[in-house]
């Protein structure tokens, strides 16, 4: 009996052992597999950390980059020359010019654009239409400014006074778009020619020519000249109809494409 007993317990002790075994491998496995698992998830983690701080990193480079040293576009294209009381014509600015008439000039390289469109809009029934002014050299402006400014202290006003005065109906030398070449002043060069059928004719098609009203009422603010339906400026075809899309004017237009921010 005891025999039987003892033969019972080292059978039971090596069930015992066999399962013990067993479980232990099977821990062993189970605990093995979910540190791998912890492991794998931790890496992932870690890299999809490193490539969120990459981005940051980047996205914060860029704005330090605008904040600090504002990167501007270069503006190369000819067309969209600049000028006004803050951008005035370099003083050696050369410019080729072309005859629209026996007294009238403009940029040899946009004539061809003003001449077609003149010619269109007088096929399409718009015969009363004409160029009042186009270029004028900086010298000719600059003597109109002197012989203004003499006038006025002739009639003993100071010379702030004369040039107040002047300045009322006169661009200083240099900073008339006139003196680039490539805006025209149509008809009487007054504010009836918004109620004329060329005026209607221009705002649909001009953008087609490459021309822009280039001093519209809404954007007085923004260019400094009150509105003028007769001043048309030239800045090349595919220019005016984005121009035209985004409604904005030449200084707010050039600023987009310096910059990459839209004002509106
Ligand atoms: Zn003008």
């Given at each position: 009996m005891k025999e039987n007993e003892e033969n019972k317990r080292m059978i039971e002790n090596k069930r015992f052992k066999i399962i013990a075994i067993f479980v232990l491998v099977f821990s062993i496995i189970i605990i093995t597999i979910g540190i791998v698992r912890i492991i794998s998830s931790k890496n992932k983690k870690i890299s999809k950390e490193s490539e969120e701080t990459t981005i940051n990193t980047q996205a914060e480079g860029n704005n330090t980059i605008e904040v600090v040293l504002p990167v501007k576009k270069e503006i190369t294209?000819?067309?969209?020359t600049l000028v006004n009381k803050e951008n005035?014509?370099?003083?050696?600015y050369k410019i080729e010019l072309s005859n629209i008439d026996k007294t009238r000039q403009f940029d040899k390289r946009a004539i061809g654009e003003l001449n077609t469109m003149l010619k269109d809009m007088k096929a399409q029934g718009i015969q009363n239409i004409w160029v009042q002014s186009a270029y004028r050299s900086v010298e000719y402006q600059q003597n109109l400014y002197n012989n203004s400014i003499n006038k006025y202290l002739k009639q003993g006003k100071t010379t702030k006074e004369a040039e107040e005065l002047t300045l009322e109906y006169l661009n200083k030398p240099g900073e008339s778009e006139h003196n680039l070449g490539l805006a025209v002043d149509f008809n009487n060069?007054?504010?009836?020619?918004?109620?004329?059928k060329a005026y209607e004719w221009l705002n649909q098609n001009a953008k087609n020519y490459g021309f822009i009203l280039r001093y519209p009422e809404e954007k007085a603010n923004i260019t400094g000249i009150e509105y003028e339906p007769w001043h048309w400026r030239y800045v090349g075809k595919e220019n005016a109809i984005k121009m035209n899309d985004l409604n904005m004017c030449l200084e707010e237009y050039i600023e987009y494409l310096e910059t990459g921010n839209s004002l509106t």
């Open positions: 294209d000819w067309r969209l005035p014509l370099p003083e050696d060069v007054d504010e009836g020619f918004e109620n004329t």
